[in-house]
């Protein structure tokens, strides 16, 4: 698949890491950024430790158009992505006085200097101002400094969204049927191959007993995600097996 824009998305905190919180911020980041053209080629879960926040956001934004980090820009002692993101582009924290300014005004009297921490962005970075939070991420060069709590995250990347650039939007259908990988495995490497830049893929599942497979089609091509989508069901035909097939000609 020709994925001339790509994406790189750092999910960072412990919480994820130990299972004590669910990420939500992968499947809508994957998905809103499908919409428009970019792939989400990458994601990287990793611990609220320095060394290894600098080096995968060095790693990464080397390698992709667009880099992407959840969580850490909160107010306690564990929340070290904005300092770590500042030192891996070589940069200072500094106060970004607007951003102080609007969590004086929202805060009062409780603003303290915990709070304020939250108003810090690397030198040469621009803020990601929303309007259900005062306090701001940060964008510095290709890197989307973004907060993990998803409705705010959502906020984040809906303020960013301008800023990026747009391909054709990734799409797909899919068909299932109650037969297992094994069946049609020679069959879909034949099709993947005579569609080399469209992503086929087979996902396995089991349900009431039964045993069968999804195969998705996604790519940006249209015709050729419903001549995939057709192909595949010639094949299930001539199996005389049991199958669904997405109704969303596209």
Do not use: C, W
């Not at 259900?132 to 998803?150: H, Q, R």
């Amino acid at each position: 698949m020709n994925r001339n824009l790509s994406a790189a998305l750092i999910v960072i905190g412990n919480e994820i890491l130990s299972g004590r919180t669910q990420d939500l911020n992968i499947k809508f980041l994957g998905g809103e950024l499908g919409k428009i053209g970019i792939f989400l080629n990458e994601v990287r879960i990793i611990a609220d430790n320095e060394n290894k926040i600098i080096k995968t956001v060095q790693e990464l934004k080397d390698r992709h158009n667009y880099v992407f980090t959840t969580g850490g820009i909160g107010p306690t002692h564990d929340d070290i992505t904005s300092l770590s993101v500042a030192k891996a582009f070589g940069a200072e924290l500094e106060l970004h006085e607007p951003s102080a300014k609007k969590m004086r005004e929202h805060y009062g009297s409780n603003l303290n200097e915990a709070r304020l921490k939250m108003a810090h962005i690397p030198s040469g970075a621009s803020p990601i101002e929303t309007k259900i939070t005062s306090a701001p991420g940060f964008k510095i060069e290709n890197v989307f400094v973004l907060a993990g709590v998803p409705m705010i995250a959502k906020a984040m990347f809906d303020a960013l969204l301008p800023e990026l650039s747009v391909g054709p939007p990734i799409i797909s259908r899919y068909i299932e049927a109650l037969l297992g990988e094994g069946d049609i495995a020679n069959q879909l490497e034949k099709i993947q191959n005579k569609f080399p830049d469209t992503d086929i893929g087979s996902y396995p599942f089991f349900r009431k007993g039964e045993i069968g497979l999804s195969v998705v089609a996604k790519g940006t091509n249209p015709e050729k995600i419903n001549n995939i989508i057709y192909e595949v069901e010639k094949i299930i035909k001539s199996k005389n097996r049991k199958y669904k097939i997405d109704d969303d000609v596209i």
